[in-house]
């Protein structure tokens, strides 16, 4: 399992004081958990939007915050 290699790797670095690793490993840990890059947009984790939506929204810089208020125009 991955997620538990990524998280022994990151207790391994925490108790090391690394904070370089430390930190890169936390990340990675959150990639793996939430299955989602965090550059990618939140929506990505919900397949019900198509991919040209979620393209589109990540060229725009649309947040869910931006997104909560647009209109419904707007969007």
Known sequence: NAARIV???????LRKRWPV???RLLN????IDKRLWGWAHP???FSVLPP???TR???KN???DKLRDMGKDEI
């Open 7 to 13: 998280r022994a790797l990151f207790e391994i670095a």
């Open 62 to 64: 649309l947040t869910v």
């Open 52 to 54: 040209s939506v979620l």
């Open 28 to 31: 990675l840990c959150k990639v």
């Open 43 to 45: 929506l990505r984790q």
């Open 21 to 23: 690793m430390t930190y």
């Open 57 to 59: 929204m990540e060229e």
